[in-house]
């Protein structure tokens, strides 16, 4: 059975010619970010996914985690898998280095963990929480806070999860109830119970730090009331050793359609006299620093869309060149492989289109977010910000419908046994299906989008965007071969899809919100494609240089072909989402709820 | 937790006001399908639907059917819900009367069919495949076989399955290695394997009657070598007593993504000397049986696109309503219910306007099979079974696709419980999976389409379709209503899209066959998209009849707005996939096999 490699290749290709890594060595602390490096690095990293995580991907999901007297155990092979990851430094990659971490940017780091997310999703949840646990810690923690669990967090001795939904509580924070008691002593003790909590409990660590949002008594209604909490599942001494178990206990853990290995716990805290925990930041801003970590989880998801289509797509090309079946449409004495067939190849190349759009369009967001960090112009870190803040929710939301998307086109490339658990295709769509649900559905990224991104700014920095698009647009239209001729006039109807729809949404935001908020996942959809295809505009110029240039490595051809491909399969779609979106509102308000 | 309700007013709507019912009934044989009679069937085929399979469904997902010693156990109550499903007589309900069925249309059949796809997708392949089974001895079996087994199974107390797929021998039949030798009298030896067997063993009849393909010896190679044979699980004796044991095992199941309770067979012949069998109908004509067959099967798996939809679509609706999350967009005090939410109701009107159109367009064509068969007159006989062959893969093709997606966002709607199994709208989405692969991958429907039914009679069939298409268009525009210029305009658009793709297709067939090819399942989604839209037309027009007479049931506004939103928000993917096939072939097929 094929198994997972990383496409080094287009990874590499997308970091350096459309992220611009080098552009990151130059700024404040970037120095020792020599190409060098990061190659050394990513092929690291693809030698570990490959041996040790890849491996574990299948075992995992027929095995599940397991729950048993409060306590959850790892499938076999995944706490040794967690140790060597720690053991090679994997889970400090990103993480500043006054704590332990190796300080590499976000681009670097989100390369690293598409892998990860590709090779066995599952397992890579764990050490993603914990990342989103360090930056809450590192951004809003006390110095104490810091020095107690930060150093073991960082080096990834300890994990770190978000404990934010509660049965009544998903999507909407307002109504979490989970109550936080001061005891005086600068401590709190915790109730409450906190569901679908990744890697809740698990036996990789010797302790799991827990995150918790709850109200402090007299707090306010709503999200004003709410407070983050680190509640460790062993209390910490201060000198760093552990103290006594903390009344935080998993009391079930889900079956769920995927992500098998990975623990979804229902977590009870303070069941037994309240679990101690310590107010992080201030009271009542839980809301503020759950958001700046959300955006870096939300960002991460959007990867696991991307990850699982490589890995779909993967198995996908190695089935359909082994599988022979049937004669070539065209005439052939022989039966030929399917990859030969016409719509397997269509197939395929949607999926190879988007998974290529998907990291390009990804990639730059990342080497976005570490502009916005490293900059030493502070307007540009504001500029750089304002870009990221705009794009998150297309990352999470586009990258995530579209992994869903090619998970689907796996299964169907490989027919009959598609639906076959054992050939592994069936795994990667049950395990992307979370994908559009957690961190936030696809309807609230595209609130997001519409609202707090566009209408608030009045569309402003989505004009910065669409300028941009456009310089892309006329280097693409000065191009002589008929392929970027193909590439640019859809590209140019994909922009002018776009402005339609931001000028509709930036107009009708305070008027006719219901209506506009009705088109906003299709337009979260046109901005994905429009976003993809832009980005592989990009590609396609970056590749032409290298031909121009002489290169006769077969990537770059193929990645004009590939761009071809999408702007004639995939970005048509735009002008048919923008209608929806300018014209579709009142149908679909239109009915009273008695006559669903 | 929400059940399975039968939609018995929309399908009602749909078999009288849409697909001619009372036509029927004027045809030879229907005198006695009166309103009335149909209406009693509907009713009694809800309740047993809703009552007996759909509590089964869940529970039938989680224990799955159990092998041991070659033989299969169904899980608890299947055997009893199989015996009431008998002794109820739903199994003969449109076998013809000569052997016990009750000859009613397939229009009703159909209906009724829906329900028990909708109520259990797993039990439910039961009996289609048994009926699959019938109608192949029917048209094709001597009189001693008609008489030895058509009773049996048409009373249900014997189910019959279809043994095609090898491992070799997937979408190819021409690969079949499975021989036959003959033993002198009369009968045959069987020797091969057969994969994906559904129902080919189980516990809940007395005997089983498989239908297998085999080569006899000195056949030609390919499809032209191709036979079928009746074997039976045990033999039957000339009085109708079970014989011997044939040597015809189940020797696993397989692990599957869905339709758990359904065991998907290896099944074995002849390990232990021979599986006696004996040919249907002529040596070598085995592949125009089973595609005779076959055009029944791709039907009902259509069917279970519907069915599969509709109950994913209940289950969110009722979620929907009952979830309170989060405030209005718009402003509100307290958390609402979701289904307020513009992006809720978006995906609920996606769902309920796709099966909507997807029952109009299914029944529709059921109506036309019964024309097909039962018109007095010989030419309309003809010229109804040409659109039912060019309508089938739409049906099979566009259903399965479409169920899949109404899947996805039944899911969607659930949010983190979509992801928990115990929730249930997670089955809806695994169960669907397999509808777009068994029976024909879309991708096999699709170039059915292009090839045997539009380029083969150079698009003949396909021009009586869209006059049709253009009459419901110009009776829409006549309409002064708002509405109904919103629905004749995308239909318009629509009707020019398919015909600019239909024109392609005949023309480019024979001289750029591989890049007509693959256009081929975005052709057949226009052509779904633009069928549905059309069917939507009808239902909206017949439903203004009836406000225009004085009805006030709510039921008929909300067709039309549900008619709308599908004209708003689906149709405008027709011009979008007109472009995909016309100008996406080259691309698709540019990039040499070494360069993916």
């Not at 693809?46 to 599940?64: I, K, Y």
């Not at 109830?177 to 809740?200: L, M, N, V």
């Not at 991460?300 to 070539?328: C, F, H, P, T, W």
Request: with cysteine.
């Amino acid at each position: 059975m094929s198994t997972y490699i990383a496409p080094l290749k287009d990874i590499r290709f997308v970091i350096k010619e459309l992220a611009d890594l080098e552009g990151l060595t130059r700024m404040p602390g970037g120095e020792e970010i020599t190409p060098e490096v990061v190659d050394a690095i990513l092929e690291q990293a693809a030698r570990f996914a490959s041996c040790v995580l890849a491996p574990l991907n299948r075992s995992g999901d027929l095995e599940g985690a397991h729950w048993h007297d409060r306590q959850v155990t790892s499938p076999r092979g995944f706490k040794e898998a967690y140790r060597w990851f720690v053991d090679n430094g994997w889970s400090a990659l990103s993480c500043r280095p006054e704590h332990g971490g190796q300080g590499l940017p976000r681009l670097v780091a989100a390369a690293v963990s598409e892998m990860w997310k590709s090779a066995n999703h599952a397992f890579s949840l764990c050490p993603m929480l914990t990342m989103g646990a360090i930056e809450a810690l590192e951004l809003c923690g006390n110095p104490e806070q810091k020095a107690l669990y930060l150093p073991k967090m960082v080096s990834g001795e300890w994990t770190g999860t978000m404990n934010i939904t509660e049965p009544q509580a998903g999507s909407d924070l307002a109504a979490i109830r989970t109550r936080a008691e001061p005891q005086g002593d600068g401590s709190y003790r915790i109730f409450g119970q906190k569901i679908f909590i990744t890697w809740g409990d698990h036996d990789m660590t010797d302790n799991i730090v827990h995150l918790v949002l709850a109200r402090t008594s007299n707090a306010p209604e709503g999200v004003k009331g709410i407070s983050l909490f680190v509640v460790p599942k062993f209390l910490v001494n201060a000198d760093g050793s552990l103290g006594e178990r903390n009344d935080a206990w998993c009391v079930s853990v889900e079956k769920k359609l995927g992500i098998h290995a990975s623990p979804t716990c229902v977590m009870a805290f303070g069941d037994n006299g309240g679990a101690i925990g310590t107010l992080v930041g201030q009271e009542n801003e839980g809301l503020k620093y759950m958001f700046i970590m959300m955006n870096a989880a939300r960002f991460a998801v959007g990867l696991e869309g991307l990850a699982v289509a490589e890995a779909a797509y993967q198995k996908a090309l190695s089935y359909a060149r082994e599988r022979i079946q049937s004669r070539a449409i065209e005439g052939s004495t022989e039966p030929i492989a399917i990859v030969h067939h016409p719509d397997v190849r269509r197939m395929l190349m949607t999926m190879k289109s988007k998974v290529e759009a998907m990291r390009a369009l990804a990639y730059r967001v990342a080497g976005i977010q570490d502009l916005a960090q490293r900059h030493a112009d502070q307007e540009e870190r504001f500029r750089n910000q304002a870009l990221v803040d705009l794009l998150t929710p297309v990352v999470k939301g586009w990258l995530t419908e579209t992994g869903n998307e090619v998970a689907s086109l796996g299964v169907q490339i490989h027919g009959g046994m598609g639906f076959i658990e054992e050939a592994g295709a069936a795994q990667y769509f049950r395990d992307a299906r979370i994908t559009t649900i957690y961190e936030g559905t696809t309807g609230i990224q595209a609130n997001d989008l519409i609202g707090r991104k566009i209408a608030r700014d009045d569309g402003v920095t989505m004009k910065v965007l669409l300028e941009q698009m456009k310089q892309t647009w006329s280097e693409t239209a000065r191009q002589t071969d008929p392929e970027f001729a193909v590439i640019a006039d859809a590209l140019a109807e994909g922009i002018v899809a776009v402005e339609e729809a931001v000028n509709y949404i930036v107009a009708g935001y305070l008027d006719d919100l219901r209506s506009v908020a009705a088109g906003a996942v299709p337009f979260l959809n046109l901005m994905g494609i429009v976003c993809g295809g832009w980005s592989m505009a990009l590609a396609a110029l970056a590749a032409k240089a290298h031909i121009d240039g002489g290169n006769r490595d077969d990537f770059y051809p193929a990645k004009i072909t590939t761009a071809c491909f999408f702007a004639t399969h995939i970005l048509p779609q735009a002008p048919a989402l923008a209608r929806v979106v300018l014209q579709g509102g009142s149908s679909t308000l239109a009915l009273p709820e008695s006559m669903f």
